[in-house]
């Protein structure tokens, strides 16, 4: 039996301070679709976000649009989404409430040039089309300007999406016919030496370096195929995909957990040194023993736990600071602390964001000069990788991940991004093999 909402009302505005507009929600249950056929064939703006525990979200078309630049972008995405969702009155479950999804560019002063066309320094969408999944079902969610357009929208779409096959070929690989570094071997070498001097000189402690690197396809690729292969590959990492109407399609499946608010609860990590996986159990072990006794790793991972505590400091009643672990991908091996902390007063996930971005794991400590570093150094555009992507709702609650292990797919190439960590005794060529192995996840299914 299916369960069917009745009208959520929620009154708004869309972007950026136009006149207001009454936003109807709709919701129905579904039985089990294909997520993929909601993304099918779409001109329009579409968003997809799954963590590891099971929460899935996909949505297609623009009911509201919140975007934002410059130093005050984390607020002012609040306040347009305050407007949007002061009103809003969803009568269906909780699990099928209206989302805004989006993220952010990792430097506030963002240019949307290629491949980045149509990203905004920080843009989230409430879409027209929901679809969530959870352990309270999957649900359709359907949003419009007035009810009669949300409940033809709900029918139309209930109708397309039982009508589709539940499950869907997940596709093949588009194949490659050139890749073309950002960055070479020598420069690589000279960009971390130039940070070692940098650190020698007692200005950073940390950086984060990263690169990019050009993938010529052969074929067309279907990225939400692509990410549904990843979801079986790297099972214990996030997915999500971001476009727009117009520009490329910014996808990936990172291990790293920015923050998740619920209520009062919140929950990060800190997750900084790689090493490889071994051919055989013994030697993932010796790799991670390698890790776990090595000064280098234990220095580069502490600068992360340190900075995280002292960003949610002025936010949390309590802070558990857990064990270390090891957080085992299909390609690569990470030291992993789980970060739970209960918050003092109200807060929106997006001032924890704020708060949070970067982490040392994707900048550096201090971060002021490691920002200056990473742009004086760097010869491409960070654009949204290694910057917070996920979701919000109406409460403040939501979730967002670090965009890394993450590329962007825009007239027939996918660029791919990958960064290291950069301390006192780091060497470049053992940076380099790090930063390769980041680049797999993807990689491996464009081939
Ligand atoms: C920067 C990346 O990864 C980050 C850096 C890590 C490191 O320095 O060891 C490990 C995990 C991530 O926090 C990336 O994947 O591009």
Known sequence: MER??????????????????????????LEDVSFSAILDGSAESR??????DGLEL??????????????ERFDRIRSQAARTFDGLEHDGPPSARPRAVGGFSFHDGHGSTPPWTGFDAASFVVPQVLVTRSDDGTWLTAVGNRADEAADRLERWHERLTAAPAMRPSGSTPGVTDT???TSPAEWTAQVETALERIANGELTKVVLAQALSVELEGVVDVPALLERL??????????????????????????????????RLETEALAGSVPRGETPAEDEEYVERMRANA??????????????????????????????????????????PIE???????????????????????GVPPGAAWETIRDTETFDRGWYAAPIGWFDAAGDGEFAVAIRSGIAADGTVTLFAGNGIVADSDPDDEWDEVQLKYRPILDELR
Not at 62 to 71: E, H, N
Not at 233 to 259: I, K, S
Not at 298 to 312: C, M, N, P, S
Request: charged share 25%.
């Open 4 to 29: 069917s909402s009745g009208d959520g009302r929620l009154a708004g505005e869309t972007e950026p301070v136009g006149e207001t507009v009454d936003l109807v929600g709709r919701s129905r249950e």
């Open 47 to 52: 968003v997809q976000w799954a963590t590891p």
């Open 58 to 71: 996909v949505g297609r078309g623009v009911a509201a649009r919140f975007s934002a630049g410059g130093t």
């Open 180 to 182: 073309r570094r950002t």
């Open 231 to 264: 979801r079986r590959q790297y099972p214990n990492c996030y997915r999500f995909l971001v476009d727009h109407e117009t520009g490329g399609t910014f996808f990936g499946a990172p291990p790293e957990r920015l923050v998740s608010k619920r209520g009062p």
């Open 296 to 337: 280098k790793f234990q220095h580069e991972h502490g600068l992360v736990v340190d900075a995280i505590r002292e960003q949610l400091g002025p936010f949390a009643r309590e802070l558990v600071i857990s064990e270390q672990t090891i957080r085992r991908l299909a390609t690569i091996q990470h030291l992993q602390t």
């Open 341 to 363: 902390a209960t918050l003092e007063g109200d807060r929106h996930v997006l001032e924890l964001v704020e708060a949070l971005h970067p982490t040392p794991a994707v900048g």
